[in-house]
């Protein structure tokens, strides 16, 4: 389709990118090339680090270029609290929005029995022993509220009380500048059932 | 916001791709170190491949890894056609929908005398002294139909003119496909004053 061979399989490698199709893979190979070189140079750049660096800390397996993440090593933070998150986004969305002060464990997905997603592939053996080394008090549950996250929250909130750790769920309900009438109605009932006392 | 620095670095790198916004490119980040490292490693390779190596046909300006693109360079296409356009996207879109088979001048914009696009910038001098070498008998004018596009192909045709050679433009009017209810006015009024003999 392109007259140079390389042009055509730039924009082939663009597709590789989430939600980019034949039409805007092109229109990006076509910015890069004629307004960006210097952008695509560092993106070149990062790409090759990004994948080569960065890897998933040992301790809370949230993705980082070194063997324990910031957080994990940071001795500013509250180590009796944990909060189990999916995705290394969710960590990001927290940090930037709640003063949450202590650990994370990424589950990297949640449990689910029908895609091969066990208890061993989100490795809970590693909340595990965090657990069993008895410096966690409390364990917040912040998976998605859907099936599979409340699933997850559940499964692992068994495991903390195994250990008579206290276990906790994020609360869920209608968000802050929603009106009523627009909110599902899945979350509305599930923010009657879980009113609170004023 | 990110723990990891060069993941931070990556999301601010992936933002330079024209409709990438702050979260589409925390989606990319994560899906290309999550899911396709092999795609992430690709993609470096290209892009700094394209950007060192593919720069403008000496002949016809459009984008190409040699001095001469493909096109310039067969001894298939004829010589005594030229194609004038805009983009190198419009080059290939043509290839793909047409049996055009001249050659090409690909003018990297249209004439834009508020930000400083004037004939020198889209190095008509090119095309002026292809036109003086007397091979080329029909000048084919297929820029954008835009008030610049229109323009822009109105300059190059008295240029043609002041040789004595044959200047046309592609057909404007209703899409095949199309219903008249649906088009804008001015394509159909377009579409009716340059009616056709059956």
New interface residues.
């Given amino acids: 389709?392109?007259?140079?061979?390389?042009?055509g399989?730039?924009v082939e490698?663009?597709r590789?990118?989430?939600?980019v199709g034949s039409k805007?893979a092109?229109?990006?190979?076509?910015?890069?090339?004629?307004r960006?070189?210097e952008?695509?140079?560092?993106?070149?750049?990062?790409?090759?680090?990004?994948?080569e660096?960065?890897a998933h800390c040992s301790l809370c397996r949230?993705?980082?270029?070194n063997q324990v993440?910031?957080?994990c090593a940071s001795g500013h933070r509250d180590r009796s609290l944990v909060c189990v998150v999916e995705?290394?986004?969710d960590?990001?969305a927290i940090?930037?929005a709640t003063g949450f002060n202590g650990l994370y464990f990424v589950l990297?997905g949640h449990l689910s029995p029908l895609d091969g997603i066990g208890p061993e592939e989100l490795e809970l053996e590693r909340l595990e022993a965090r657990l069993d080394e008895g410096a966690v008090s409390e364990l917040i549950l912040a998976t998605n509220p859907t099936v599979e996250g409340e699933a997850t929250a559940h499964y692992i909130s068994e495991m903390a009380r195994a250990r008579e750790i206290r276990a906790t769920r994020i609360a869920h309900g209608v968000p802050l500048g929603g009106e009523l009438g627009y909110v599902d109605s899945g979350t509305l009932s599930h923010a009657m059932a879980g009113r609170t006392n004023l």
Avoid: W, Y
């Avoid at 389709?1 to 042009?7: E, G, I, K, N």
């Avoid at 590789?16 to 939600?19: A, D, H, I, V």
């Avoid at 092109?26 to 004629?34: D, K, T, W």
């Fill in positions: 389709m392109f007259q140079s061979r390389l042009l399989e730039l490698a663009l590789c990118l989430p939600g805007g092109q229109r990006m190979a076509f910015h890069l090339l004629e960006d070189p952008g695509a140079r560092r993106l070149s750049e990062k790409l090759i680090q990004a994948v660096r960065i949230n993705l980082s270029e993440c910031d957080i995705t290394p986004a960590v990001a940090e930037h990297m």
